[in-house]
């Protein structure tokens, strides 16, 4: 039978620095959950086989990318005393679950899964999609039945490889053994973290877009951009009434702002929605509110930049802490593997049934 642990697996592609978005998004909620205490084992995966699907070309940047995403997983309050942090490469069952999950998809399912369909558009794959990123779902139920994971942490785009996975597992369950563990999708609360749009107000954060505010941003760096960032183009004039809707300025301020900060920074107004209806109804520039942003930001940033520098002092360190989990996380996923062996039938030097059963078969003839 399946676990009845509660853990949580979850990860990243190693394709650059991670930036305020992946903050919001997931990071924050992942050492949330860390720290809860509500969960026995805790999973952290830097996807780099994945990522190589579709930089097959370019080792190189996944290869250089692995420190960057460990640096700030670490800065952001990750504890590889509470949570498991491996390099995806380096437990090999997850190709070979990955292989047998094959067997359970057709090519048609893989078609209609709106998140494949999204990334083939996204990367201009059309008319060449490499196998290994056409099959990425079932790679990625490998990476979250392997842990027998009960809860993965998502955004909305990532809903329907949840329930990919969640058919797979429902799949293998009837066919073999009730092996594997169905898993349930955990989404931030806050919408606003759910896609934190570019400082460009482009609907996403992209490295190609140079949209971003990086968690390794200096704090003049971050100021730059905050001072630069798009709002409503109608709000021309101060005394003009202003959109928050769709304003990117107000979402980070949705995604980033607490009570506290209005006491420290801008005690004039006691919240967020006084300072919205301000700004609504005209009277308040974008200036204002973006250096209170800014502030805001600063404030949340700043013990991010002070563990990441600890870090980067012991760089060997960092690759221990990789080692050590991968080798934890190899292990796990091979008990899984293993029990997913002998449901398959396909353990055949460990199943002495078998082997007793055969020689009594070819002694009688």
């Not at 420190?67 to 380096?90: H, M, N, R, W």
């Not at 798009?230 to 949705?254: A, C, K, M, Q």
């Not at 607490?258 to 006691?270: A, C, I, M």
Request: a negative charge; aromatic letters at 8%.
């Amino acid at each position: 039978m399946a676990e009845s642990k509660k853990i949580i697996l979850t990860g990243d592609r190693p394709t650059g620095k991670l930036h305020v978005g992946h903050y919001v998004g997931s990071l924050r909620q992942r050492v949330e959950l860390q720290n809860s205490g509500e969960y026995d084992e805790i999973y952290i995966m830097i996807a780099d086989a994945q990522a190589l699907t579709d930089n097959a070309d370019n080792p190189e940047k996944v290869r250089q990318n692995i420190i960057e995403v460990a640096l700030d997983y670490l800065s952001c309050g990750l504890d590889p005393a509470k949570s498991t942090l491996f390099i995806q490469s380096q437990v090999p069952e997850l190709t070979e679950m990955s292989f047998y999950y094959m067997n359970l998809v057709t090519v048609s399912r893989l078609q209609r899964n709106p998140t494949v369909k999204n990334e083939i558009k996204l990367r201009n794959f059309e008319a060449s999609i490499p196998v290994g990123f056409f099959t990425y779902p079932i790679s990625q139920a490998a990476d979250i039945t392997a842990f027998q994971a009960t809860t993965v942490p998502v955004g909305d785009d990532q809903l329907p490889m949840i329930e990919q996975t969640r058919e797979i597992v429902r799949s293998f369950n009837h066919i073999y053994d009730e092996v594997l563990t169905e898993p349930e999708a955990l989404i931030p609360q806050n919408e606003s973290c759910r896609r934190l749009p570019g400082i460009d107000g482009n609907a996403k954060m992209s490295k190609s877009l140079a949209n971003c505010i990086y968690l390794s941003d200096t704090p003049e760096d971050v100021r730059k951009k905050i001072m630069s960032m798009f709002t409503d183009p109608n709000h021309i004039r101060v005394s003009d009434p202003g959109r928050v809707e769709g304003n990117p300025v107000f979402t980070y301020l949705d995604a980033f702002c607490r009570r506290e900060h209005f006491e420290k920074f801008w005690p004039e107004y006691q919240n967020l929605d006084e300072l919205k209806a301000h700004y609504m109804r005209g009277g308040l520039g974008d200036v204002k509110v973006k250096k209170f942003l800014n502030e805001v930001m600063q404030a949340e940033l700043e013990p991010i930049r002070e563990r990441r520098r600890i870090y980067e002092k012991d760089i060997p360190e960092v690759y221990r802490i990789l080692q050590e989990g991968s080798i934890r996380a190899e292990k796990k996923a091979a008990v899984t593997l293993a029990r997913m062996k002998a449901a398959m039938k396909i353990n055949y030097f460990d199943d002495q049934e078998l082997i007793a059963a055969q020689a009594l078969k070819y002694g009688e003839e």
